[in-house]
């Protein structure tokens, strides 16, 4: 089983970016996925959760209204969009996946496998 996260980069504030998950060796579409981002210094967060039982997404406070979480189940794939990115947003972002009903979404021991992290730095 793999996660390759990608799409991070350097931006200017107000800008935006993509974020791709892509998995092989388990069908996302049956797991939950979260995205979690860890800014120097600071504990990882978790930003942004798509559950598999009804499919709607959270958002935590920082990032609602700003970022979108979706899934292309024939890609295999979720994204996290962010708009409107600001430089508190500057983290390695990381994407996860867990089984339903196997813990907390906003708990980052609750998922079974990682992505390797991708860098997003938000600066003028």
């Known amino acids: 089983v793999q996660l390759q996260a990608s799409g991070g980069g350097l931006v200017q504030p107000g800008g935006s970016l993509r974020l791709s998950c892509a998995a092989s060796?388990?069908?996302?579409?049956?797991?939950?996925i979260g995205w979690f981002r860890q800014a120097p210094g600071k504990e990882r967060e978790g930003i942004s959760f798509?559950?598999?039982?009804?499919?709607?997404?959270y958002y935590a406070p920082s990032v609602k209204g700003r970022f979108t979480i979706s899934r292309d189940n024939a890609k295999n794939t979720v994204y996290l969009q962010m708009n409107s990115l600001k430089p508190e947003d500057t983290a390695v972002y990381y994407c996860a996946s867990k089984r339903p009903y196997s813990g907390a979404y906003y708990l980052p021991q609750s998922y079974d496998y990682w992505g390797q992290g991708t860098q997003v730095t938000v600066s003028s």
């Open positions: 060796g388990l069908t996302l579409e049956r797991y939950g």
């Open positions: 798509s559950r598999t039982s009804d499919g709607s997404p």
